[in-house]
């Protein structure tokens, strides 16, 4: 159990200086993303789609866009960002060498991930907002959403990073991990229409399928039937499957990344 | 005296007050010894330098002292801390200037500075204050807003200086300091050195420059594969290793019956086609015999540390 204490939040601070710096080329991306999918897929592709449980197509994946969203946001900061920090940069080393321990660096690193989660999120809730897609009060709930849910995506990927031999590591995670749950996590079809077993490994193993679930059901008020499960029950195990492996992940990926920068 | 031969063991330590704490350190990882058995002590307010070959040992040395690495077995302490209890406490009263450049490339050269400082919970105001005045110190104001991917590897190597004092640290770890820089800035380095050995900072050095080690440190630790193999002052161990002068010249089979006729127990080295004689006897004698014996090619000069360091660690490469 690493010992934590507001140190933690000087490096974040220090993330968050570069960010204000580079804010103009990071925001950009997180703004046409979005908008370029809704167009695609939401108009283009939407009407030739009947509605999924009594919504219109564009209304289903919406929600899933913030999901994505905010794994990406996580994911990515602390897999290259980190590592460009850690192995190019040696910021760590230089960060470990005052009185901020290395526990303390990879929290911070952490919880900018998270941070970057929720302002990716941010910006989608506000894309989707502006097409009409927003059908409840609750989806303000979305951000604290994108917060632990960027924590427990950021800790997964500090993970690979303690593991990392060079940057190009960082394909398989990408390729192995991300891209399958993109597609699999109940994000541009409906998981129900996947056979029991499918459903239940996504439920087990990706992590976005809790996310989009929980997005949803903030955004629009629609929870998808997944394993026959009722909406709270289904609501509820989301919940606590990101806050249990979030918090074991982040004990786990901490302890990982101190034995790789202390030997 | 010590023979490098025993088991010896040193003591390392940093005492306000001058006391002796013994400890015996040893640290290895992946079945690589890095450091084996070295103890030793440093006084308040001194400098000490460690020389050595690549691989030796430094660089682990002086990261053990600021709790980057930790050592398997005995103990470490610094002013009466020890690095497995109390690292933060360390970290707070200790600077360190690394070897490589871990600046921050985002940053200016003033912002660098003022991060840096966050982490020792200095105020905003108060470390502006100190980063203006280290920037103006160690002549770099007019970079002062200039991003670091624009200055030079010495300008780098300035502000990474100016960066290990920002907290007015107690103790001051110096890895290689003066690597790269020109011989302005390699003085200026060595002034503000000087500088703080009169407010009483204890420094610890590492390098590779012989005459700033024997410049600027009171005391020499010699390592090599990660053991000490000798200690002293400088002037002391070159008189006690290499002597008062040396005769370089031509080396010619011819002549040494001669010349190990006019130097008894004389030290004598071959590089390549070249001879070095080495002395204690005081100067003038080398002079004395090229009177009589008029020679192309030589050189006479005093004996120095750079003599030292090769005779006892050798003149083959180590491999990192």
């Known amino acids: 159990m690493p010992k934590l204490t507001y140190r933690v939040w000087k490096v974040w601070r220090r993330n968050f200086d570069v960010f204000t710096k580079t804010i103009k080329v990071n925001f950009l991306p997180s703004l046409l993303e979005p908008i370029l999918y809704l167009l695609a897929f939401g108009f283009g592709l939407g009407g030739f789609i009947p509605s999924i449980q009594g919504q219109p197509y564009i209304d289903f994946i919406a929600p899933a866009l913030v999901a994505i969203a905010i794994m990406n946001g996580a994911f990515f900061e602390c897999t290259f960002g980190s590592f460009v920090r850690m192995y190019y940069q040696k910021t760590f080393d230089a960060i470990v060498a005052t009185p901020v321990s290395v526990e303390e660096v990879v929290a911070g690193e952490l919880l900018w991930g998270a941070t970057r989660s929720t302002i990716n999120a941010t910006i989608v809730l506000a894309v989707i907002a502006i097409f009409g897609l927003i059908k409840s009060p609750l989806f303000l709930l979305v951000v604290p959403l994108a917060f632990f849910g960027g924590l427990m995506f950021g800790s997964i990927a500090m993970c690979f990073t303690a593991a990392a031999p060079n940057i190009d590591f960082f394909n398989f995670p990408s390729f192995l991990f991300l891209t399958p749950m993109f597609f699999l996590s109940g994000t541009f079809f409906p998981l129900t229409s996947l056979p029991y077993a499918a459903q239940v490994a996504a439920m087990a193993v990706l992590p976005l399928t809790h996310v989009v679930n929980i997005c949803r059901a903030l955004v629009t008020t629609h929870v998808e039937p997944i394993l026959g499960l009722n909406p709270q029950t289904l609501l509820l195990i989301s919940l606590a499957w990101i806050i249990v492996v979030g918090v074991f992940f982040f004990i786990v990926s901490i302890n990982l990344m101190k034995k790789r920068l202390t030997g | ?320």
Not at chain 2, 15 to 27: A, C, H, R
Not at chain 2, 52 to 69: D, E, H, I, S, W
Not at chain 2, 153 to 171: D, E, S, V, Y
Request: overall charge negative; hydrophobic content about 40%.
């Open chain 2, 1 to 320: 005296m010590k023979s490098a031969g025993a088991l010896f063991s040193w003591r390392v330590f940093l005492s306000f007050l001058k006391k002796l704490i013994l400890i015996q350190l040893f640290l290895s990882f992946d079945d690589f010894t890095a450091v084996d058995h070295i103890d030793f002590k440093v006084y308040k307010g001194e400098c000490v330098g460690f020389l050595g070959p690549n691989g030796a040992g430094k660089t682990t040395t002086v990261r053990m002292m600021y709790c980057f690495l930790l050592p398997t077995s005995g103990e470490l302490k610094l002013a009466g801390l020890s690095v497995n209890t109390q690292c933060r406490e360390i970290k707070s009263i200790v600077g360190v200037a690394p070897q490589e450049d871990n600046l921050d490339p985002d940053f200016t050269a003033i912002k660098n500075l003022t991060v840096y400082a966050r982490y020792f919970d200095i105020p905003k105001d108060e470390a502006l204050k100190r980063a203006e005045e280290q920037l103006k110190f160690f002549q770099l104001e007019e970079k002062r807003d200039v991003p670091i991917a624009a200055l030079s590897t010495g300008m780098k190597r300035r502000l990474i200086f100016a960066r290990a004092l920002i907290n007015q640290p107690q103790i001051l770890l110096l890895d290689e300091p003066t690597t790269g820089l020109d011989p302005q800035a390699r003085h200026l380095a060595w002034d503000e050195v000087r500088n703080l050995k009169k407010k009483q900072v204890t420094i610890i050095l590492t390098t590779h420059y012989m005459d700033e080690a024997a410049f600027l440190c009171d005391r020499i630790l010699i390592i090599d594969r990660g053991k000490i193999i000798e200690e002293g002052k400088p002037a002391e161990l070159v008189k006690k290793h290499v002597g008062e002068e040396v005769l370089e010249l031509d080396y010619d089979e011819k002549l040494i019956p001669t010349l190990k006729e006019a130097f008894p127990g004389a030290d004598f080295e071959r590089l390549g086609d070249r001879l070095q004689i080495f002395t204690d006897k005081p100067h003038g004698v080398f002079e004395g015999f090229l009177k009589d014996h008029p020679m192309q090619n030589v050189t006479i000069r005093t004996a120095n540390l750079e003599d030292v360091f090769l005779k006892l660690t050798g003149r083959g490469l180590r491999e990192e």
